[in-house]
C-alpha cells in the first residue's frame, strides 16, 4: 500500500499517482477528479491523469512506477 492513498481520507494533500502533483482532495471531489480502484480513493490533479488511470491503474501502481509531470 502506498502512503498517499487513503480510503476516503480527506484531511491532507494526496499525491496524483500519474504525474505526482500534490492534489486537495476536497477541490478534487468537487471537480470530478477522484476515482475508486480496489477500495482505495485516487486523486488527480486533472481529467487527463484521472483517465489515464483509468484505463490502466495496474500501470500506475506498479512498484516500478514513477511519477513524472
Known sequence: MHDHM???????????PVCGMSVD????RT??????HDGTSYYFCGKGCMLEFRDDPRR???PGYVPSM
Open 6 to 16: 487513503s480510503h476516503d481520507r480527506t484531511a491532507g494533500p494526496e499525491t496524483d
Open 25 to 28: 482532495p476536497a477541490r478534487a
Open 31 to 36: 471537480d470530478g477528479l477522484v476515482t475508486e
Open 60 to 62: 500506475f501502481l506498479g
